[in-house]
């Protein structure tokens, strides 16, 4: 793990022939904007996938990493 969790700021990712700017988002922080926006969340499903799961052997860091936490977060939310 390179950064903090709550460190919310852009950083550039090599991709292929150029870089991609990105930035992580704490959980509170979606949760907080669809609140502001006037959503309830009725499901919140946190899922790395299964064959990333199983993997055995040599992993890459980013297999590691996916092995650790998920890989994807998903909100169902309806608007008030």
């Not at 292929?16 to 704490?26: A, T």
């Not at 946190?46 to 977060?73: F, H, N, R, W, Y």
Request: hydrophobic share 40%.
């Amino acid at each position: 793990m390179g950064k903090s969790y709550f460190d919310e700021s852009y950083f550039r990712m090599p991709m292929d022939d150029s870089q991609v700017l990105l930035c992580n988002r704490k959980i509170s922080t979606y949760v907080n904007a669809l609140a502001k926006a006037g959503f309830v969340i009725q499901q919140m499903v946190e899922q790395t996938d299964e064959a990333t799961m199983q993997a055995k052997g040599a992993l890459s860091d980013k297999e590691k990493k996916a092995k650790m936490l998920p890989i994807s977060v998903i909100f169902k939310a309806r608007k008030l």
